[in-house]
């Protein structure tokens, strides 16, 4: 599926508008081949008009038959225009966005955050039924939106359940990586979580740390803890 939905050439259109290294390509597709219909049969049905006017009108009216040929010329400029205009668009989708790029002359690219899609649907008339082809329609949850629809995109049911499968798989891990920031920390090399609580000194912590201005006391201590004789504890000067 991969080699089928990621086409060398679309794969290097849309590289152009990735950030590098943090986004993955699921698929890009041109749109269905339908929307070369309208300009194709315009062009070839304009020039059999052509001809036969040509043929009507003859050496008599050789300046309206120029005029005709002429005509059809612009038709034929218009018709390889859109075709070298479906060629250059391409619809794509990262585990982050969707991008559609088109214009030849303009180039134009949209773009829709996976994480802002709301809703998302597609459409199929009854020559989409036929053909094999449908329109995603987006929902989000900001008024104005780049990419609110996509018509014409090809084999609309593995596309759709790709999408679908990338979005769900964002919102899992959107939701894994939020509750791992609520887990306690964990120490390294440790399989029990360590729930760290303010630390508070012992009352005596002061006393205990601070260095002993008489060392020869301790040793009266000593010696007198084998014996019934108290210990001797000379006044400490910061008690004053």
Not at 210 to 215: D, N, S
């Amino acid at each position: 599926m991969s080699g089928q939905w990621l086409p060398e050439e679309g794969v290097r259109s849309l590289e152009k508008y990735l950030v590098p290294d943090e986004e993955a390509l699921v698929f890009v597709v041109r749109k269905h081949w339908i929307t070369l219909a309208e300009p194709i049969l315009t062009t070839v049905g304009s020039g059999i008009v052509m001809v036969a006017l040509a043929w009507m009108l003859g050496q008599k009216f050789a300046d309206a038959a120029n005029i005709v040929f002429i005509l059809w010329l612009v038709v034929l400029a218009r018709g390889i225009y859109l075709v070298i205009e479906w060629r250059d668009s391409w619809f794509g989708a990262t585990h982050r966005r969707l991008v559609l790029i088109h214009g030849l002359i303009t180039r134009k690219v949209a773009m829709m955050p996976l994480e802002k899609v709301t809703d998302m649907s597609y459409a199929r008339s009854p020559m989409g039924q036929l053909f094999g082809y449908g329109e995603f329609v987006l929902e989000s949850a900001g008024q104005e939106q780049a990419l609110r629809s996509v018509t014409f995109i090809p084999s609309p049911d593995q596309l759709y359940r790709t999408l679908l499968g990338t979005m769900f798989g964002r919102k899992a891990a959107t939701k894994s990586l939020a509750a791992a920031k609520q887990q306690p920390t964990t120490e390294p090399g440790s399989g029990e979580s360590v729930q760290l609580a303010p630390t508070s000194l012992p009352a005596d912590a002061s006393a205990s740390s601070r260095p002993t201005e008489f060392p020869w006391q301790e040793r009266i201590n000593e010696f007198l803890s084998g014996t019934d004789e108290e210990t001797v504890r000379l006044p400490d000067p910061s008690d004053d």
